[in-house]
């Protein structure tokens, strides 16, 4: 006898356990693997077409047959493993199903699974869903569908697809360059978020173009954000190689639209790199669109400079950067810097206008700022054989001419090398090391720490070097641990000579912190230098207090002792050291302590004086001296609780009134009140008794604003 009978939880549980062994929904199976075969029972299980599954149990006095719910599953078909899309294209996710779900929810991961973002929360479940592909540029992405009321059912990709961030991806080597036509190619994509992109193209200029000038144009097409940000900007440099993948120029400078010129160029395969880009924009907070422009051409405005780079014994010197700073400075242009090439000859092309030259082994000297030459040992100068870029001869371009430089000379340097670590011996990685020679100039000569810590700084000026590390969140220091360049120890470096080993530990320091106010209380915002005392040439650093408060925090500071020096003059103060001193040898001395901080360093500054200083025998002294001591005196009464002093002719006219002696001895007695109020020496002055008709001199009235001075 068959019957159907409601059949006990624990059988439908049994049931369910064995649909897990079934593969495809909807085949004719039978599977008995199952039966207990005990007290005589017998079991079988069928999935049927329609997804229902039908159980059958037997004993010795009945067949019972159960149909269970229809099977709900979901399988994804696309992406399915091994697809390529691209970010901003329009793509279908794709998938089947069985059984009863009305909607599902999809998401994706660009990490192989470990994280999931949706892409809906909740779609109707018609197997097909339209997804704009997001800026997440990677090659471990996932996508998972899953009913929207049940998340135990759910399928996700076999294997991870990519998502490249333009069509030309992946391009992150020279091996993988992608090929551009001459011409305007659009729509590339700089990832600058997770991946942190590397971009590399080629492209070809046929025998019909050469020895035409080659233009080589990137710039940024993202929109910018709408209002801009504080302190927002748009930046993009790149690297122009040859097809030995020789470096032939670099472009940097604080512009989103830059340009190089190639003139004169060779048939052949170029490269183009572009390993930097901001990439905060209104359409991404990670990635920025740009184009690429290729052309050649006889007219394109250009100015020309031509010479030779050579050393000491007049052999060129291949490899060497040209770098042009236009003059006056503005870093949000281009800055290009060209290589020389054999026999240490060049000619660069450039826009007509006026620059400084600077000639070194690395573009513009900076440790980051060319990744695909190795710096080449010359120590870096600019034009005309000058140190520094404030003392440069500046160089004039003008279309359609050339300017001729002959031989250029360098030095060949010195090569320095060391490992720098932290406090507990651990390496440290991308710590910035320069040099400086002797007497303190730079051309900006330095480089970075590997992984291991480890440094090797070439192109270091000869006759003598010190060499400054610096880091993120640690303090700054000189070797052989020292604060400043003054105190720091002289190298004796030598042409083509390694000194090794010179090694840095970096601490993370201490602070100093403190307010500056005027007279009245209210916080200013002027320069504050900060000095050792082991150096009073060299300025430890320099900061600005705040606008409003007047606070101002120096972090990072090597353990040791300090002067501060309040700049105040350009604000319209009267600049002092701390605390109230007039000089560097009078100041009191701030120490600092590892980790520790130092606050409470405050500077109460008054305003300056009309016509300070006051020369002796030339100064004549007017009502606009006289009426100022006296505001400030007054000031410095009401301070102490004392009222404004009752002088002789309280209103002086400015231009008018005749300064005489009976002036001075009023305002002496004046402040002498709030002096003894504030329990403080009497000033002493010169003509202590001063008379009707007797001259007022510039020493009087100098001394009497430095007791003013003394006192607010």
């Not at 229809?70 to 901003?88: C, L, R």
């Not at 409003?548 to 300090?562: I, L």
């Not at 100098?702 to 607010?712: D, P």
């Given at each position: 006898?068959t019957?159907?009978?409601?059949?006990?939880?624990?059988?439908?549980?049994?049931?369910?356990?064995?649909?897990?062994?079934?593969?495809?929904?909807?085949?004719?199976?039978?599977?008995?693997?199952?039966?207990?075969?005990?007290?005589?029972?017998?079991?079988?299980?069928?999935?049927?077409?329609?997804?229902?599954?039908?159980?059958?149990?037997?004993?010795?006095?009945?067949?019972?047959?159960?149909?269970v719910?229809?099977?709900?599953?979901?399988?994804?078909?696309?992406?399915?493993?091994?697809?390529?899309?691209?970010?901003?294209?329009?793509?279908?996710?794709?998938?089947?199903?069985?059984?009863?779900?009305?909607?599902?929810?999809?998401?994706y991961?660009?990490?192989n699974?470990?994280?999931?973002?949706?892409?809906?929360?909740?779609t109707?479940?018609?197997?097909?869903?339209?997804?704009?592909?997001?800026?997440?540029?990677?090659?471990?992405?996932?996508?998972?569908v899953?009913?929207?009321?049940?998340?135990?059912?759910?399928?996700?990709?076999?294997?991870?697809?990519n998502?490249?961030?333009?069509?030309?991806?992946?391009?992150?080597?020279?091996?993988s360059?992608?090929?551009?036509?001459?011409?305007?190619?659009?729509?590339?994509?700089?990832?600058?978020?997770?991946?942190?992109?590397?971009?590399?193209?080629?492209?070809?200029?046929?025998?019909?173009?050469?020895?035409?000038?080659?233009?080589?144009?990137?710039?940024?097409?993202?929109?910018?954000?709408?209002?801009?940000?504080?302190?927002?900007r748009?930046d993009?440099?790149?690297?122009?190689?040859?097809?030995?993948?020789?470096?032939?120029?670099?472009?940097?400078g604080?512009?989103?639209?830059?340009?190089?010129?190639?003139?004169?160029?060779?048939?052949?395969?170029?490269?183009?790199?572009?390993?930097?880009?901001t990439t905060?924009?209104?359409?991404?907070?990670?990635?920025?669109?740009?184009?690429?422009s290729?052309?050649?051409?006889?007219?394109?405005?250009?100015?020309?400079?031509?010479?030779?780079?050579?050393?000491?014994?007049?052999?060129?010197?291949?490899?060497v950067?040209?770098?042009?700073?236009?003059?006056?400075?503005n870093?949000?242009?281009?800055?290009?810097?060209?290589?020389?090439?054999?026999?240490?000859?060049?000619?660069?092309?450039?826009?007509?206008?006026?620059?400084?030259?600077?000639?070194?082994?690395?573009?513009?000297?900076?440790?980051?700022?060319?990744?695909?030459?190795?710096?080449?040992?010359?120590?870096?100068?600019?034009?005309?054989?000058k140190?520094?870029?404030?003392q440069?001869?500046?160089?004039?371009?003008?279309?359609?001419?050339?300017?001729?430089?002959?031989?250029v000379?360098?030095?060949?340097?010195?090569?320095?090398?060391?490992?720098?670590?932290?406090?507990?011996?651990?390496?440290?990685?991308?710590?910035?090391?320069?040099?400086?020679?002797?007497q303190?100039?730079?051309?900006?000569?330095?480089?970075?720490t590997?992984?291991?810590?480890?440094?090797?700084?070439?192109?270091?000026?000869?006759?003598?070097?010190?060499?400054?590390?610096?880091?993120?969140?640690y303090?700054?220091?000189?070797?052989?641990?020292?604060?400043?360049?003054?105190?720091?120890?002289?190298?004796?470096?030598?042409?083509?000579?390694?000194?090794?080993?010179?090694?840095?530990?970096?601490?993370?320091?201490?602070?100093?912190?403190?307010?500056?106010?005027?007279?009245?209380?209210?916080?200013l915002?002027?320069?504050?230098?900060l000095?050792s005392?082991?150096?009073?040439t060299?300025?430890?650093?320099?900061?600005?207090?705040?606008?409003?408060?007047?606070?101002?925090?120096?972090?990072?500071?090597?353990?040791?002792?300090?002067?501060?020096?309040f700049?105040?003059?350009?604000?319209?103060?009267?600049?002092?050291?701390?605390?109230?001193?007039?000089?560097?040898?009078?100041?009191?001395?701030?120490h600092?302590?590892?980790?520790?901080?130092?606050?409470?360093?405050n500077?109460?500054?008054?305003?300056?004086?009309?016509?300070?200083?006051?020369v002796?025998?030339?100064?004549?002294i007017?009502?606009?001296h006289?009426?100022?001591?006296?505001?400030?005196?007054?000031?410095?009464?009401?301070?102490?609780?004392?009222?404004?002093?009752?002088?002789?002719?309280?209103?002086?006219?400015?231009?008018?009134?005749?300064?005489?002696?009976?002036?001075?001895?009023?305002m002496r007695?004046?402040?002498?009140?709030?002096?003894d109020?504030?329990?403080r020496?009497?000033?002493?002055?010169?003509?202590?008794?001063l008379?009707?008709?007797?001259?007022?001199?510039?020493?009087?009235i100098?001394?009497?604003?430095?007791?003013?001075?003394?006192?607010?």
């Open positions: 006898m019957t159907k009978t409601r059949i006990r939880t624990p059988i439908i549980a049994v049931a369910c356990a064995m649909l897990a062994t079934y593969a495809v929904a909807g085949a004719q199976t039978v599977d008995t693997s199952f039966n207990p075969g005990a007290n005589g029972l017998v079991w079988a299980l069928a999935v049927q077409a329609d997804g229902k599954i039908t159980v059958n149990y037997t004993t010795a006095a009945k067949t019972v047959t159960i149909d719910a229809p099977v709900a599953t979901i399988i994804v078909s696309s992406p399915n493993g091994g697809e390529s899309w691209v970010v901003n294209t329009s793509q279908n996710i794709t998938w089947t199903s069985t059984g009863t779900i009305a909607n599902v929810k999809i998401e991961s660009t990490n699974g470990t994280a999931w973002t949706p892409v809906t929360a909740s109707p479940n018609d197997g097909s869903h339209p997804w704009t592909v997001p800026y997440a540029s990677s090659t471990q992405c996932l996508v998972r899953s009913d929207a009321s049940d998340a135990a059912i759910f399928d996700v990709s076999n294997a991870v697809f998502i490249f961030s333009d069509s030309t991806e992946p391009n992150n080597d020279s091996a360059a992608a090929v551009l036509p001459l011409g305007t190619t659009g729509n590339l994509i700089y990832d600058g978020g997770n991946n942190q992109d590397i971009d590399w193209y080629k492209f070809y200029v046929p025998p019909a173009q050469a020895g035409r000038d080659l233009k080589v144009n990137v710039r940024v097409t993202s929109p910018y954000p709408n209002p801009l940000p504080p302190n927002w748009s993009l440099d790149f690297e122009l190689l040859d097809g030995a993948l020789g470096v032939r120029g670099q472009v940097f604080g512009s989103d639209n830059e340009t190089l010129y190639l003139p004169n160029v060779a048939s052949g395969w170029y490269y183009i790199y572009i390993g930097y880009c905060s924009y209104a359409d991404s907070s990670d990635y920025a669109r740009y184009s690429v290729l052309e050649t051409g006889t007219d394109f405005g250009l100015g020309y400079l031509n010479g030779r780079v050579v050393d000491g014994a007049g052999q060129g010197i291949e490899k950067f040209l770098t042009l700073y236009h003059f006056p400075d870093w949000n242009i281009s800055f290009p810097a060209m290589t020389t090439g054999p026999g240490g000859n060049f000619t660069v092309a450039f826009l007509p206008g006026t620059y400084d030259l600077n000639f070194a082994g690395k573009a513009g000297g900076r440790s980051d700022a060319c990744r695909n030459q190795p710096p080449v040992n010359v120590v870096a100068e600019y034009y005309n054989n140190k520094s870029r404030s440069a001869d500046h160089v004039g371009l003008s279309a359609g001419q050339t300017v001729n430089l002959g031989d000379a360098l030095d060949i340097g010195a090569i320095v090398s060391g490992r720098v670590t932290d406090a507990g011996g651990n390496p440290l990685a991308n710590t910035w090391v320069g040099s400086q020679d002797a303190g100039f730079s051309a900006d000569n330095s480089a970075l590997n992984t291991t810590g480890d440094y090797s700084l070439n192109g270091v000026e000869i006759g003598g070097a010190k060499l400054r590390f610096s880091r993120s969140e303090a700054v220091e000189y070797y052989n641990d020292k604060p400043t360049f003054g105190s720091g120890d002289l190298l004796a470096t030598q042409s083509s000579v390694t000194i090794p080993n010179i090694n840095a530990q970096l601490t993370s320091g201490g602070s100093i912190s403190g307010t500056v106010s005027n007279t009245q209380g209210h916080g915002s002027i320069n504050v230098r000095w005392v082991l150096d009073d060299f300025v430890r650093a320099g900061i600005s207090s705040l606008t409003g408060s007047g606070n101002f925090n120096f972090s990072h500071v090597m353990p040791g002792d300090y002067k501060i020096y700049n105040s003059a350009a604000a319209g103060f009267a600049p002092e050291w701390y605390d109230d001193a007039a000089s560097f040898a009078q100041a009191t001395v701030v600092v302590s590892e980790g520790g901080t130092t606050s409470g360093i500077a109460w500054l008054a305003d300056l004086f009309t016509d300070d200083p006051l002796p025998g030339s100064s004549m007017r009502a606009a006289i009426t100022e001591l006296r505001s400030r005196i007054n000031a410095v009464r009401a301070r102490y609780g004392l009222g404004a002093y009752a002088y002789s002719d309280p209103t002086l006219t400015i231009g008018v009134s005749v300064v005489g002696a009976l002036h001075i001895p009023q007695a004046a402040l002498q009140e709030a002096y109020l504030a329990g020496a009497r000033p002493t002055y010169t003509d202590s008794t008379v009707p008709g007797m001259p007022i001199r510039a020493i009087h100098a001394e009497l604003r430095a007791a003013v001075s003394a006192i607010e």
